[in-house]
């Protein structure tokens, strides 16, 4: 079994044929997706698909790129959300300097708000960092002296110091369909020397499709594209590498749980 720990199956590019696509990622042995919220006043659709589906959980947060419209109280809104039994996380958040939809102070306002709210919850934070590595180190160094946090780094494309440092505080790094890519040889690297327990994979789907899919609508089923290239190049069988990053998802999202357990 895999898991996609990041995808946005509330977005319009999936409206169409969510049954089929959700039914296409279980066929690919896609046993549970984490489908991630990025505005809270979109919240309610993301909550709807997750409750649509028994292996979909969700997230409450707001995008770095949305921060400028994050209310006063995001933290308070934020615990609010976090009671809801198929929120298992908190974000996404983090920072964006590529395209700055919003300001930089917003950001991290707004992403300190967000760890607040892990703390407080005891819920994983998803992180989202580009081209913000300096900025995203001193954030979480200064936020875990203040009091440990959990989460993760999600569709990590970032250097090798921003991958030691969070891996340094405890945080677990998930890679996307971005390590199937031909110029994507530094994050490759990265992704094999974060150690085997800190692993998650994702599709960010509908984004980032990998090998031999890029440029299409990307989604859940994929995920094992990504996980036989990350099994490859650690000189691993995949069966072995789905099996460690599965455990280590319900080891970060323990809210959540795997399909058969029982509720």
Not at 6 to 25: I, K, M, S, Y
Not at 219 to 247: H, K, Y
Not at 249 to 256: D, G, I, Q, S, V
Request: charged share 25%.
């Amino acid at each position: 079994m895999l898991v996609d720990s990041h995808c946005h199956l509330d977005f319009p590019d999936f409206a169409p044929d969510l049954e089929a696509v959700v039914g296409r990622a279980e066929e690919a042995g896609v046993g549970t997706l984490l489908t991630i919220s990025t505005r809270l006043d979109k919240f309610e659709g993301v909550r709807a698909v997750a409750e649509r589906f028994p292996n979909v959980y969700c997230t409450a947060g707001i995008h770095p790129h949305e921060a400028k419209d994050a209310p006063a109280g995001a933290t308070d809104e934020l615990l609010r959300l976090a009671r809801i039994p198929k929120v298992i996380g908190l974000g996404e958040t983090g920072l964006d300097f590529y395209y700055e939809h919003s300001p930089r102070t917003s950001q991290e306002r707004s992403f300190r708000a967000h760890i607040a709210a892990a703390r407080a919850a005891g819920l994983p934070l998803i992180i989202h960092a580009r081209d913000a590595d300096k900025e995203m180190l001193r954030i979480i160094r200064d936020e875990y002296r203040a009091g440990a946090f959990a989460g993760l780094m999600h569709c990590f494309s970032s250097g090798a110091e921003l991958a030691e440092g969070a891996l340094e505080i405890g945080l677990y790094i998930s890679f996307s369909g971005i390590v199937t890519f031909k110029k994507a040889d530094e994050v490759r690297a990265v992704a094999k020397s974060v150690p085997l327990d800190r692993v998650l994979v994702e599709t960010d789907a509908p984004y980032l499709a990998p090998h031999p899919n890029r440029g299409k609508r990307n989604e859940p089923a994929w995920t094992s594209l990504t996980a036989a290239r990350l099994a490859e190049d650690r000189g691993m069988e995949i069966a072995a590498f789905a099996a460690a990053t599965t455990d280590n998802f319900f080891r970060l999202f323990a809210k959540a749980k795997r399909p058969g357990a029982g509720r």
